[in-house]
């Protein structure tokens, strides 16, 4: 089953911005709106940080955006915190067996 | 308060079987989508299965159809995922979650139910 690519880590200091892009093909991201981003801390049950390409779960930050162009999409976390350190993943249903399909996931490191 | 509970977890040879349960509390149960992720040691999440508010419509990833069942029972506020012919690649921490919106939002996980495969 194929997977959606991600950057396998990225790093920023506290206050700087930073951009993590989740590639798919014209039949998942690029064809639906249907783009999650999760953020999980280690040993921790993923939260839901993004909805929808650009939408915002009630509580959460919206130091926390994303976007889409194309067959690929973006999560971007502006004035970075400690917190944010954590694994990122980005998620797209797929009408090839009506499935969701994950990015591998990417590390964010807070310098 | 929304909650979840999986339970079932152990450790079990390859080619058996396992049946995993998601407890729910909190929710008007049969309103959601529910579904199972999984995560090998050290690896990323991987989608299992999506079964909608009514039960009759499940969905499963490449990976475990055919092998894997998911059902829920909305009189009790449970799902369940019955696993067979279970390989040593099944190995991982097993989540349920409670749908939010179309396919792929989330909003409420359990702390997951740990699954070993091995002889």
């Known amino acids: 089953q194929s997977t959606l690519t991600q950057p396998a880590s990225v790093s920023g200091s506290p206050g700087q911005s930073i951009t993590i892009s989740c590639t798919g093909t014209?039949?998942?991201?690029?064809?639906?709106?249907?783009v999650s981003w999760y953020q999980q801390h280690p040993g921790k049950a993923p939260n839901l940080l993004i909805y929808?390409?650009?939408k915002w779960p009630s509580g959460v930050s919206n130091r926390f955006s994303g976007s889409k162009s194309g067959n690929t999409a973006s999560l971007t976390i502006s004035g970075l915190q400690a917190e944010d350190e954590a694994d990122y993943y980005c998620?797209?249903?797929?009408?090839?067996?009506?499935?969701?399909?994950f990015g591998g996931g990417t590390k964010l490191t807070v310098l | 308060e929304v909650q979840l509970l999986e339970s079932g977890g152990g450790l079990v040879q390859p080619g058996g079987s396992l049946r995993l349960s998601c407890a729910a509390s909190?929710?008007?149960?049969?309103?959601?989508?529910m579904i199972w992720v999984r995560q090998a040691p050290g690896k990323g999440l991987e989608w299992i299965s999506t079964?909608?508010?009514?039960?009759?419509?499940?969905f499963y990833a490449e990976s475990v159809q055919g092998r894997f069942t998911i059902s829920r029972d909305n009189s009790k506020g449970t799902v369940s995922l019955q696993m067979n012919g279970l390989r040593d690649e099944d190995t991982a921490l097993y989540f349920c979650?409670?749908?939010?919106?179309?396919?792929?939002?989330?909003?409420?996980w359990g702390q997951g139910t740990l699954v070993t495969i091995s002889s």
């Open positions: 079964i909608n508010g009514g039960g009759n419509g499940a």
């Open positions: 909190g929710f008007t149960f049969r309103c959601c989508d």
């Open positions: 979650a409670r749908g939010f919106s179309a396919w792929t939002s989330w909003d409420y």
């Open positions: 014209s039949t998942d991201v690029g064809n639906y709106n249907l």
């Open positions: 929808e390409v650009s």
């Open positions: 998620c797209s249903y797929t009408p090839i067996g009506r499935r969701v399909v």
